[in-house]
């Protein structure tokens, strides 16, 4: 069936009836997890126009690049990306079908027109913070115009988006994010989050509740809240005040049947003192936390703007291992910043050893167009940043593997998610994040069991039930969730 012969309504809206069985959107995301919960947001608010997700990118009606601005050549490789679904838009037109082609996300936010000029594949162009307007937007395709929307419009979009259905929140498995805050009014200097999503926002807290509350009733276990700058959390809560990110989590603690709470990503300035108390009081809150500090060097922390010191981020991280003492800790690191040199990166080293990470990500400098950073002097030479980074991976990946180690012969709650690679297996997540292969039936899939570690292998844990014949069979009941 072709495009144009479906049938359309006076308002130029497809016939439910017809789409409902024929119309299907792909969607890929790269980048961080809101543009996973962005993206997953969108297949949302399309569901009640009829489109149903699919995995083939080949046998989409509605094709869109959730993009992602962060670092290296974004736009050029969103480029690319678009000459390989032209050839796939192509192929749907000499079947008879339409493709429409959509750019979301950072690089959209970005670039915007400039996207249509660049590539003719492209039907339309669309910001993080207006892609509740997608079904508008795409009748405008089907009326032959090429719309671009990058505003930052003074409506929630979450107050339009469509709640995902109980099946497909059934669908995405048992853990889940949930957005609590969007943008970051931080401005680090090599950053074009301030620029791209924009000043921050909170949700208020009786959305951020209620939405927590549908995930939990479809099954949803873990929740883990996301936002730029998850803890600069600052929400209408609903006795008419500020609700801070601590607040906000010891409600969500409440709702039967989460178990589990995280929240990231965590700016070091902004870890309160009762976010830090949350973590010693809330058993739900997992004793993980993504706090990245992105250098060990004071000069290279002040260049950066990142408003805090090496000896601010190592008090922090003292404050919330007082308050949890088995606290694993995560970061973001940028090598080859500009004017860093050798004795920084060697501070950066020194920071890492010290701290004693669970993991991080380590990413090379790269100059962002209208940042700060990308005008300074000194910028690093690539070969030097590859291989600064190269010694700093080094470094994170003997923490990372002393960490798993020390978890061999310790027991601890899995939530199993899915299917493991083998027959017989299932996979979860530790408290700290790990990803265990269990051996243990798909029914369990949606429970917290007890699991001991059995091996260390090079991405994951093994580990066995600790007591598999008590809990054959059980269920994971809202009272266990509370305790666990
Ligand atoms: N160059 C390299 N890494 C960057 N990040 C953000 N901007 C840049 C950049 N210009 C990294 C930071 C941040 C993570 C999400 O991405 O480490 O914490
Ligand atoms: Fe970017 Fe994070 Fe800095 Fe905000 S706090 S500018 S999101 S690195």
Redesign the pocket.
């Given at each position: 069936m072709t495009w144009e012969k479906r049938p359309v309504s006076a308002e130029g809206a497809p016939d439910v009836a017809d789409v409902r069985a024929a119309r299907k959107v792909f969607i890929k995301s790269y980048g961080?997890q809101m543009n996973v919960y962005d993206s997953q947001r969108m297949a949302d608010t399309l569901a009640p126009q009829g489109y149903v997700e699919t995995q083939n990118a080949a046998e989409a009606d509605v094709l869109i690049l959730n993009t992602c601005h962060?670092?290296?050549k974004a736009a050029e490789k969103v480029y690319s990306e678009l000459g390989r679904v032209r050839k796939l838009k192509d192929a749907a037109e000499q079947d008879g079908r339409r493709m429409v082609v959509a750019v979301a996300g950072c690089v959209a936010q970005a670039e915007g027109e400039e996207i249509l000029k660049r590539a003719r594949t492209v039907d339309l162009v669309v910001g993080p913070q207006s892609y509740h307007r997608l079904p508008d937007m795409l009748r405008q395709v089907a009326r032959g115009e090429r719309p671009v929307d990058t505003e930052f419009p003074v409506e929630d979009k979450f107050d339009v988006l469509a709640n995902p259905t109980r099946h497909a929140t059934r669908a995405r498995g048992v853990a889940a994010f949930v957005t609590v805050q969007e943008g970051c009014d931080k401005f680090?200097t090599?950053?074009?989050?301030p620029y791209t999503r924009g000043a921050e926002i909170s949700r208020p807290a009786a959305k951020i509740i209620a939405e927590t509350e549908r995930l939990a009733d479809a099954g949803v276990r873990e929740v883990t809240l996301i936002g730029q700058n998850v803890n600069a959390y600052h929400g209408l809560g609903p006795d008419g005040r500020d609700w801070t990110l601590a607040r906000l989590l010891y409600r969500l603690a409440e709702i039967p049947g989460i178990a589990r709470l995280r929240y990231t990503?965590s700016h070091p300035r902004d870890m309160a003192a009762d976010l830090i108390a949350a973590h010693g009081d809330l058993p739900a809150l997992m004793p993980q936390l993504h706090l990245?500090v992105?250098s060990g060097s004071d000069s290279i922390l002040a260049a950066m703007n990142r408003k805090h010191t090496r000896a601010d981020y190592l008090a922090v991280i003292d404050r919330l291992r007082a308050a949890r003492p088995e606290l694993a800790l995560s970061s973001?690191?940028?090598v080859g910043f500009p004017g860093e040199t050798e004795r920084d990166l060697r501070d950066t080293l020194e920071l890492v050893e010290t701290v004693g990470y669970a993991s991080a990500?380590?990413?090379?400098?790269?100059?962002?167009p209208g940042?700060p950073?990308a005008e300074m002097d000194d910028q690093v030479p690539e070969s030097e940043k590859e291989a600064r980074l190269a010694i700093l991976q080094a470094a994170i990946e003997r923490n990372r593997q002393a960490f798993n180690t020390g978890c061999l012969g310790t027991t601890f709650d899995i939530l199993f998610e899915r299917p493991g690679r083998h027959p017989g297996q299932l996979v979860g997540r530790s408290p700290y994040l790990q990803a265990v292969q269990v051996q243990a039936p798909s029914t369990r899939i949606g429970e917290l069991a007890s699991v001991t570690i059995t091996e260390v292998g090079s991405n994951s844990l093994f580990g066995s039930l600790a007591h598999p014949a008590a809990e054959d069979g059980a269920r994971l009941s809202p009272a266990m969730a509370m305790g666990a």
């Open positions: 961080c962060i670092r290296e680090c090599f950053c074009v989050v990503t990245p992105q973001d690191f940028i990500f380590s990413f090379k400098y790269s100059a962002r940042t950073a």
